[in-house]
């Protein structure tokens, strides 16, 4: 569904929000574009392609492939919720996940290149 959007690094962006996960408390109005995140952007040295979205999503849009920013597609709470999971399902898998005990003296360094 959005594969072509998906082709450019910021082409879904998800707006955070309270309704995203019970507990949180960020808390803000839906359609304030200007504090929208792009679920995919481009690594800068390397150019590879990340995720940064968010958990807290209350709603998203997708941008259109041409370049002008405009708005191809509005994402509702269930899907913009669903499509943020469903991204993020593979990175957060437990085989995934690197849990550090923390000790005096530790310094933990990574990278996600």
Known sequence: MFEKSLRKPNGLRLLPGSE?????????????????????AREPRSGSRTLVGTYHVASGYVVKADG??????????EEANALAEACWAPAVAPEKVYAHRWA??????WSNR
């Open 20 to 40: 995203g996960k019970k507990g949180d408390d960020v808390n803000v109005k839906a359609g304030e574009r200007d504090v929208c995140h792009p679920l995919v």
């Open 68 to 77: 002008s920013g405009a708005v191809e597609r509005e994402l509702g709470f």
């Open 104 to 109: 005096p003296g530790d310094v933990v360094i």
